[in-house]
């Protein structure tokens, strides 16, 4: 039996992709595949139309929101975002190292970044502090990283719930997305790549509040341009075709376990599972503060970067794969996106189990 960790591209609900294998000769009684039908076909419409729909009704996106389905990745919309929506100034939680990438992406642009608070200092072990003095008027938006990848911590909507109601927010929901309920009203902006809850990598979901599209500057390059693809329904050029088929798949088979209310009850009793067991190890240490701590890249170390090191290569040749941390910060991390399964979970701590034994 083979169990994938991966940060992402990442594991997919089984039953997508038996569905996907039974279908790829003959989609939908066309007599060809999804690999071969046109983004300008009738079959391909309803497909777009019914990714949008699901996804609207999984995270509940209110109406005066629209919806973008694109490519580029959470990389090309730390570009395109502030092309889109910044105008000046922006403000920045320094919360891990895709933070500080989103940050960088953007002062490329000339947008002046301010980092209000960062956890840099402390490995990231910790969220960084929330503005609560600075006045929300001097930035177009706070830059927020929901869940953390790397560095395994995450701002859950409680976390931001903290936040004045006045600061306007743009969210990377790159790991999360789908995963833990957000409350989609209080953002101005939401952007993910797919390749982690979603669909294969090649897809980046975006979900925008529809009066900023007015704003938009001309000069922004057209695949860039979020108001002219909004505008053209995600079909300004050939869009990423079997990855919307996938997340299309995997939004209906979500609704149909009880949508993220539900996953996001077990993906809590999985990441339980495992972090009580490493709380309680006498080997490996959980490092993040428990209140921050991320349900869906659970971080983990010895202590040794030699043993995690050997530990994720004994782990793979248990069937345990992709337990190394990331290649910038090493030790161990397990991913436990939504279609993470329990025996998963068992296997993974039975292993460190028994390494804890020896
Ligand atoms: C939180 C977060 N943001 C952005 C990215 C970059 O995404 P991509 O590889 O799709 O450009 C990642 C990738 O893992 C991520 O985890």
């Known amino acids: 039996m ?5 940060a992402g591209p990442a594991v997919l609900p089984k039953p997508v992709l038996e569905r996907v294998q ?3 000769l003959n989609f939908n009684d066309t007599g060809m595949s999804i690999l071969e039908i046109s983004h300008r076909s009738p079959e391909f419409d309803a ?3 019914s990714a949008e729909q699901n996804l609207r009704t999984l995270m509940a996106i209110p109406d005066d929101y629209s919806v973008l389905f694109t490519q580029g990745g959470g990389s090309l919309a730390f570009s395109s975002v502030p092309m889109n929506f910044a105008h000046h100034k922006i403000a920045l939680l320094d919360s891990g190292q895709w933070a500080k990438k989103a940050g960088k ?3 490329k642009m000339g947008i002046t ?3 209000l608070s960062s956890t840099a200092s402390q490995q990231y072990h910790t969220l960084p502090n929330l503005p609560v003095k600075i006045p929300a008027d001097d930035y177009d938006y706070l830059h927020v990283t929901t869940n953390n990848t790397i560095e395994g911590l995450a701002f859950h909507q409680s976390d931001i719930d903290q936040l004045p109601k006045e600061w306007h927010l743009v969210a990377d929901m790159s790991s999360n997305i789908l995963a ?3 409350d989609v009203s209080r953002y101005d902006v939401i952007f993910a790549g797919a390749q982690k809850n979603i669909a294969p990598a090649g897809l980046t979901i975006g979900i925008v509040k529809t009066a900023l599209l007015d704003r938009v500057p001309d000069n922004v390059p057209e695949m860039m341009d979020w108001q002219l693809q909004i505008s053209k329904n995600s079909m300004y050029n050939t869009p990423p075709v079997f990855d ?3 997340a299309n798949l995997v939004f209906e088979h979500l609704i149909a376990q009880g949508g993220v209310t539900a996953i996001y009850k077990h993906n809590q009793e999985q990441a339980a599972r495992l972090y009580d067991y490493l709380d309680a190890s006498t080997c490996f240490t959980a490092p993040v503060t428990k209140k921050n701590r991320s349900f869906t890249n659970i971080v983990f170390t010895t202590g040794d970067e030699t043993k995690d090191q050997k530990i994720a ?7 345990l794969y992709y337990l190394g941390g990331h290649r910038s910060v090493g030790g161990l991390r397990a991913s436990l996106y939504n279609a993470q399964t329990d025996d998963a979970i068992t296997a993974l701590i039975k292993f460190l189990q028994r390494y804890e034994g020896k």
């Open 22 to 24: 039974k279908e790829l």
């Open 105 to 107: 992406a953007a002062q």
């Open 180 to 182: 833990e309920p957000y």
């Open 47 to 49: 497909i777009m139309a």
């Open 113 to 115: 970044v301010d980092t």
């Open 313 to 319: 290569v004994e782990a793979t040749h248990a069937g």
């Open 2 to 6: 083979v169990y994938n960790f991966s």
């Open 244 to 246: 919307i088929y996938v």
